[in-house]
């Protein structure tokens, strides 16, 4: 990948958009989770230390084109990055059309940039625009890489200079050495609860990994596919031939999906319902499948503790009830012990991290949802593929 790094210029006196994903969310006119800022702030002080002019705009919720309002305003991240900054932080509503100064070292916030006319469909001259304001466009938003947008894709086309901010050039430079040039045996564990939604992750995966494990709904339609009773569990019974043929082509080339031996059941989805250990050959008519029982897991943790690379995108079970977190359970502590590579990414997944407290024991978490999954499905980023174009000069 060869994309010029915003810490590779000299940035003094110039003016500097920085596309970040700020996107969090907000209750009261209040932030209450803000890592995607935080993930986000080495880029944006770094152009401020070096003395630049430094704007930065990001999306928030989904306005409609044109149609501003509190709800979907940047002033609650103004605010937050203010109170890290111990300083005032301008926010310009009206900016597309320039009309403000910025002094040198100085960060304004530019207002959510899917109100303005133009972005989503990235229309040249919206994208004409954004470039016009700045001598350096930096992407930052890897969460937003997948979108040909205006302003992740079309003013980087048109800037003067488009470089890569910290959290992009970190991100890429974590799933290049996972997927492009992993250590091996390579691991990918891929849960969730449809494999129509994971499909394409799932092919493309099968062809990279030694071991592929799935969990979650889509485990239940691997487990109906060896000839195993499902009972009512969320299982995908036009996907069944599928998932037949991506263990025969793993098979052939004597890499393996490891099959349950052992599941954990309950008659219906809720937080009180008893968890009821199985063998997996023994699941009833009326049972679901909540969680992977303690032999299914100890195999998991065995492939996570040999792997040179794992990738994680997905929980194995419903483990937001207890009851039915052990196996999640039992992968986030084998992750946090391994000595290989580890990558994880996806919401439910983060979520898992915070849950069992292993936030500072995975090598590298990505912060993006869609953007993620696509880069996993070997699919090109707009963001990567503007900023590769633009580095040939």
């Not at 439910?348 to 500072?360: C, R």
Request: net charge negative; charged share 25%; hydrophobic share 45%.
């Amino acid at each position: 990948m060869a994309f010029i790094k915003m810490t590779d210029l000299d940035l003094k006196g110039k003016r500097v958009l920085i596309r970040s994903d700020l996107n969090v969310p907000v209750k009261d006119g209040k932030v209450t989770s803000d890592a995607r800022i935080t993930a986000s702030m080495a880029t944006i002080k770094f152009a401020m230390d070096a003395g630049a002019k430094v704007m930065v705009t990001s999306h928030l919720g989904r306005p409609t084109e044109g149609e501003w309002s509190e709800v979907v305003s940047l002033k609650p991240v103004a605010d937050n990055i203010a109170a890290r900054l111990g300083s005032d932080v301008r926010l310009i509503k009206d900016w597309v059309d320039g009309g403000f100064d910025v002094a040198d070292g100085e960060l304004v916030v530019l207002e959510n940039c899917r109100v303005n006319k133009g972005e989503k469909k990235n229309v040249e001259e919206t994208a004409k625009k954004y470039a016009a304001l700045c001598d350096v466009f930096v992407m930052d938003a890897f969460g937003t890489a997948h979108r040909a947008e205006a302003s992740t894709y079309g003013v980087g086309m048109f800037a003067p200079v488009a470089a890569a901010g910290m959290l992009l050039t970190e991100e890429l430079l974590a799933l290049d050495k996972a997927l492009a040039n992993p250590a091996r045996p390579m691991v990918a564990i891929v849960g969730g609860s449809k494999v129509s939604t994971k499909l394409t992750v799932l092919e493309a995966l099968s062809e990279k990994c030694e071991q592929l494990v799935v969990g979650g709904g889509i485990a239940n339609t691997f487990l109906k596919a060896t000839g195993h009773n499902v009972g009512k569990s969320l299982c995908e019974d036009d996907l069944v031939d599928t998932a037949n043929a991506l263990i025969t082509k793993m098979t052939a080339r004597g890499a393996i999906i490891p099959i349950a031996v052992d599941v954990v059941c309950g008659k219906k989805f809720d937080a009180n319902e008893p968890a009821v250990l199985k063998d997996a050959k023994d699941v009833a008519d009326d049972d679901m499948i909540f969680d992977i029982g303690p032999k299914s897991a100890q195999e998991l943790v065995d492939i996570i503790m040999n792997a040179g690379t794992v990738v994680w995108n997905g929980p194995v079970g419903v483990f937001e009830f207890d009851q039915f977190g052990e196996g999640t359970k039992a992968i986030s502590m084998a992750m946090a012990e391994t000595k290989a590579f580890t990558l994880a990414g996806g919401g439910d997944t983060i979520a898992a991290i915070q849950k069992y407290d292993i936030y500072d024991k995975i090598s590298y978490i990505s912060t993006a949802g869609g953007a993620f999954l696509e880069y996993l499905e070997g699919k090109v980023l707009p963001a990567v593929a503007m900023l590769e174009e633009r580095a040939k000069g």
